[in-house]
């Protein structure tokens, strides 16, 4: 019967089995120490002779569990019996074991089988895990629904670039940027409130830190608000839940990393300004006049936020109608009813109350330049009833990034795809 | 303040402010009678005078909540003022208060923006909801983390047939069959069990009620695992969870179809048996002697165990080895240790013990007649030390559509693939 290792602790003085990674291995002569690693942690394992195993084999062991106050943690085993269920070869592309830091993301990324094996980049999938679990339980309780949609559609809603094309048997289609179309289709349905965690692509030219071409959108819908307000008050609840989940479930990854997630009771005091108050702010902070808010700007916000309510988070809203979709519900002067959450300097969602109403949306798309006729299907939504709604979308891979404070996206994300790399 | 219609009828007496969809109008000269719909149930509103409002619209309504015997359910409201949020056209192309059981498969879906508003077509995708939370909390009390793996890949693990090609910049990638790869990955990084909720892809010409081109796959792999048998026993462990929360929530969905989901207590009597032993069972059942297992075989092997052991689900395993993918670990005679789970007739599931062992799998491309170049990265898996595993994925869509007894699975998807359908 196996042990985890997390378990060995409260098992001293009896006799263990523990599979696992072989992580370390220290040959003092009489003596050899072998740290084994498994899914709950790691442990010291001590052998009279140098045991014949390599770095990242996985073995089975059987020894007795022992206090000894030199050994991390301060446990060790005693090992009697080894197996070796799986001997790694010795040119290992990837020293596991070390400091991440040390390594270029590159090589990181151009070995992902391997250096996921390091036990503080696996770390981050770990929290990764607990986002997608909070953000789906949060939203269940709310009463959502959860959908899956096609990701193959003929047509994109946003206009025709920025879209992978697929070869369809006898036809071509695209890779969907998001399920906007889906989400309101299934509000409209009846399901009222849905939320879909689910591939989406862009295929835009990008090379920085803050994009990648495939990402994992956390999206939700919602029927029956009054305002923008509404959804800026439903993510704060979703914020809050994975705060605490993490707080609650990661410890052991935020000390990896370093790093603190906000307290989720300051989430209801995440400043709420609009796009003209922020470009206002970043003026005065930074001395600078500004007509637009770029990353730059994004950051001084929430530094800004950071002062003003304790939490490095801020929602703008009523962003200018020509920078959001045409399906954006419009608002006076030329703003619509639209929001941004920005995170630690980074936007990570991009919401917004939608047109429910089929004459309106007529006269959006001729101000957009848009045809109805490619988005007959999109259009019979709103043309047969569609109550007042909204939505947002958060990247899953952009909040993790900003919870751990890693330098890139890609290294929150498992197997990336960015302009150049489609392996592993 | 808004009310959900499910709770008029604990304020009887009372004022109440509705929300919904017009579902059905009926005037009668000096009184009208209209259902109203909302994502928790329906009820009737009675006006004095014929309302302004067409079947579909969105209107909120204040009135007050009575008891009348001759209304459905017993409740009504007397609605005092109406406002119409979102006016329907009266061309509505799907007749969405009918019964879709007389309605063409080719019609729900060609207008599925409109016909997911039909109650019961709705319904289905609240069931598939609970699936998918209750796979995600049984295999996360089991210490499985959640993955989000990339679904554009350089090459097939399962060959070049059968893969949808996508434009990726100056290069070519496909849509993954199956996260197999990076399931293997993750259970070799240490995260040892892991779960991926995801859509796959198969560009195969069929055109059957059994058969989509994407669907959503309900991914699990598992380290340290002895046999096959562990597969199983988790899988088991997955549909009694699945039972039971469809029991618990969705009683409503079932009586809408009719249907009825399998006691969970009965999951651990599922029959197990061997390739060899299920075509005897069908040769004995059937009276004619059989060599594969076809469609028709499956649904007699499920008659079979609903004789012997009460319920519609049979696991096959040892499958021929020609039959399964390269990565299944082999067994004696030619056989695997893979298995297939039968449900009402239909695969749900197909997994297997995989190869672990770089030598044995290098030996195993030979027989496959696949080159070790094109997987490298699958590959460095094995070179550097993998635990025993095996793992499974069960095809949402199918479960659903046997849960609820639909014809088709793409009755079961919320807007399916097949090769001619490209919209909705």
Known sequence: ????????????????????????????????????????????????????????????????????????????????????????????????????????LESILDNRMISLRNPQILSIFRVQSTILRCFAECLRAEGFSEIKTSKLIGTGTEGGTGLFQVEYFETKVYLTQSPQIYKQALIASGLERVFEIGPAYRAEKHDTPRHINEFTSLD??????????????????????????????????????????????????????????????????????VYEITPEGERTLCEWAMKTAGIEAVFVHGYP???????????????????????RGLEITSGSMRINR??????????FDLKPEGLADYLSIFRYGCPPHGGFA????????????????????LFPRDRKRTRP
Chains 1, 2 share one sequence.
């Open 394 to 413: 958060i990247g899953l891979e952009r909040i993790t990034q900003k919870i751990l404070a890693l330098a890139s996206v890609k290294e929150a994300t």
């Open 321 to 343: 109608r020509k920078s959001r979709p045409f399906y954006t519900y419009p608002a006076e002067n030329n703003r619509t009813r639209s929001f941004d959450l920005l995170f």
């Open 358 to 367: 089929y004459d309106m949306l007529l006269e959006n798309l001729k101000a």
């Open 1 to 104: 019967m196996r042990t985890l290792i997390s378990e060995v602790s409260s098992l001293v003085g009896t006799d263990v089995t523990l599979c696992g990674w072989v992580h370390r291995i220290r040959d003092l002569g009489g003596v050899s120490f072998v740290v084994l690693r498994d899914r709950s942690g790691s442990v010291q394992l001590v052998f009279d002779a140098k045991p014949t195993v390599t770095l990242e084999s996985v073995i089975q062991v059987t020894g007795s569990a022992a206090r000894n106050e030199k050994a991390p943690g301060g446990i060790e085993v005693r090992v009697r019996t080894t197996e070796v269920l799986s001997a790694a070869e010795v040119d290992l592309p990837f020293p596991v074991n070390q400091d991440p830091a040390k390594m270029p």
């Open 220 to 289: 939700v819908e919602m029927a029956f608000i009054k305002s923008e307000q509404d959804l800026m008050d439903l993510e704060t609840r979703i914020l809050a839940a994975i705060f605490r989940g993490i707080r609650e479930t990661n410890q052991r990854e935020l000390d990896a990393w370093k790093a603190a997630v906000p307290d989720p009771d300051l989430c209801t005091r995440i400043p709420r300004v609009s796009h003209d108050e922020a470009r206002e702010i970043v003026t005065k902070e930074t001395g600078h006049k």
